[in-house]
């Protein structure tokens, strides 16, 4: 019997239909009924099984090309902003650095080493020379708002071209007043900290570089040269008198020195394994051009001669014045003392307690005795000071001995600057006594923490009174611009920029005071 499906479940029963007729056809035939109701059933699935996968495959397949195109046109976009970056840069190297003007006018001085481009003629295209740390060049020039000033990017290579009229000479890089924003720029927010960890830690804007890339001695692109050429020519000097009105103009200041780049170091220019062990701070690396290398180390382990301090030019740029470094770790205690002994340094400066609320420095002498490594370290006397403790010591090694005056400062809050110039002003007075004392004319070894805060306050403002004493005239500016030269992060906030000039302009009333100083 042939079962009919009624008309209005034909459309939703065919499956069932041809079931039932399979079911019913050919009686004899010797092959059960359900055989076949079970093969149609089976045929019916593995077609819908067919249409799944297939679609599964087209959609993967689209979703695939569509990726793929979406990437090609983000890298294309990509690529284009860079060119047309690149391009604008390469372009705009004509522009002047700024620096933020304060009244009365400002006066540019080239602080820094730096030797006379060599005339080229108008095909070459070579303009900026290396600095020279040999060569004292030092020239005055008085500006003026409405004057613009360009300077000419450096370039390696030289191309030959048909003759042509001469081309006039490179003109010594000098910032130059100008209301367009300088690319490096800093938070005014919240001040740097030295402590890892910190939650007002290190806060640099530097979106208007791009990617960031410290800067360092291999300059490699034009934003870096612009920040080298800054660093070797910036100056600011001020009299006695705009010395006393600078200080009153805070917003200045801290203008003025958010415009100084910062010169951190990339580590990949220092390749020695295992380097962060010997490092307080994993972002705070010596320059590589004027870190300190100790001596007597195994040859073959390159970590045994390292340590994180940088020579520090003083006074009308004297060579090795000053070793900035950090504060002594566990670890490298022994190195420090090994530092001290081969540098033959009559003093050392310790601006940083040994915890604030983390440790910023460990007890790295004895009570009374002790040997560190092949440094044997004698106590001979201490001196309760008001701000500081000052520390007679002999240090002996290979049956010689040296005398070395360690002072102790505690008077610096955690994270701000001290409310009086004047406690600075007084170790500062003594260290130089004790130097000049000294049968040792080794470089002053000082540190805070990280060795670039505190440390550069002390060091920045005893060369300004230097300069104040000698010159009557003092630019803070070029000093500054000078120690992050030779270490990158050096006067880390602009509260410690401003704390320098009111020490200064302390120490120059005391000399108005006293013109017998």
Known sequence: MLLLASPAQADNKNTLFVARECVSASPGSGEPPVSGLKNVLQGQHERDNVWSNEGFYVVVIFLTIFIIIVTCLMVLYRLKEKVEYS??????????????????????????????????PACTTATST???????????????????????????????????PPCPPVSEFKPCLSSSPSPFKMKPAAGLQERRGSNVSLVLDMSALGSVEPLNCGVNTPRERVAQEYLQSAGRVLTRQQLRDATLNTQALHAEFAEIPMN??????????????????KTILPNPHSRVLLKNK????????????????????????????????????????????????????????????????????????????????????????????????????????????????????????????????????????????????????????????????????????????LEGVVDVLSIVCQLRVDRGGMIQTGEQYEFVHHALSLYEGRLSADPGQ
């Not at 951190?264 to 701070?281: A, C, E, M, Q």
Request: proline fraction near 7%; charged fraction near 20%.
């Open 264 to 281: 951190f170091v990339d580590p990949k220019d220092l390749d020695i394994p295992s380097l962060g062990t010997k490092n307080r701070y």
């Open 87 to 120: 391009d604008g840069q390469l372009k705009g190297l004509g522009a002047p650095v700024s620096v933020h003007a304060t009244q009365p006018p400002l006066t540019l001085t080239s602080s820094m080493v730096q030797a006379s481009p060599a005339p080229k």
């Open 130 to 164: 290396t600095p020279s740390t040999t060569t004292t060049t030092t020239t005055t020039t008085q500006i003026n708002h409405s004057t613009p000033h360009t300077h000419t990017s450096a370039s390696t290579s030289e191309s030959q071209c048909p003759p042509c």
């Open 298 to 469: 195994n040859s073959c382990d390159p970590l045994s001669s390292y340590i994180n301090a940088n020579y520090i030019r003083g006074y009308l740029r004297h060579e090795k014045a000053y070793i900035a470094t950090q504060g002594p770790m566990i670890n490298t205690v022994n190195d420090f003392w090994q530092m001290a002994w081969q540098e033959d340094s009559p003093v050392i400066v310790m601006i940083t307690k040994l915890k604030e609320k983390n440790e910023k420095c460990v007890l790295y002498w004895p009570e009374k005795r002790g040997i560190y490594g092949k440094v044997e370290v004698l106590i001979n006397s201490v001196r309760e000071c008001e701000h500081y403790t000052v520390r007679t010591l002999t240090l002996k090694q290979g049956g010689q001995s040296r005398k070395v005056q360690h002072y102790w400062y505690t008077s610096w809050p955690d994270h701000k600057t001290p409310d009086s110039t004047g406690p600075l002003l007084q170790l500062m007075t003594d260290v130089e006594e004790s130097r000049e004392a000294s049968e040792s004319h080794g470089p002053v070894i000082v540190h805070c923490s990280a060795g670039i805060g505190r440390t550069g306050c002390f060091i920045a403002t005893t060369i300004g009174c230097h300069q104040l004493r």
